[in-house]
């Protein structure tokens, strides 16, 4: 099945919903980025299809969550647990991020992320990025 939609997805839009693990309840929307978000699960886009949800499945079953950080002055921090000789260990990448108005680009690891906000609230922030795929 991922084969067939590979070879017919030629742009799909992604929106992710994280979830705040430690913010206050008011926040101006010019601060409201900062701190730790979750992911929690995908909304996956495809021309000519409806959207389709999928749960966020990187979590490690006895870990910590996985998560990123923004900070202020523009850093950003991607942690993903892993299990490693049956211990539960953070793997850090540190990065880049600026938001601009609805507009957030994030460069963290490797991975540069050009999204657009759709909503954000002291507990959720919801984004969306567009892939193209050939």
């Not at 202020?72 to 647990?81: R, S």
């Not at 690891?109 to 909503?119: L, Q």
């Amino acid at each position: 099945m991922k084969k067939i939609f590979s070879n017919l997805l030629v742009i799909f839009i992604l929106t992710a919903v994280l979830s705040s693990c430690s913010k206050d309840n008011d926040v101006s929307t010019q601060t409201a980025i900062i701190g730790k978000w979750t992911p929690v699960q995908f909304v996956i886009t495809i021309p000519g299809f409806p959207p389709f949800t999928e749960p966020y499945g990187g979590n490690i079953a006895g870990c910590n969550k996985n998560y990123t950080e923004f900070v202020v002055g523009g850093t950003a921090k991607n942690v993903d647990y892993a299990k490693v000789n049956n211990i539960c260990t953070p793997e850090i990448d540190n990065g880049t991020w600026v938001q601009d108005g609805n507009n957030l680009k994030v460069n963290v690891g490797t991975e540069m992320i050009n999204a657009t906000i759709i909503s954000l609230t002291a507990n959720e922030l919801k984004f969306s990025v567009t892939q193209n795929d050939m």
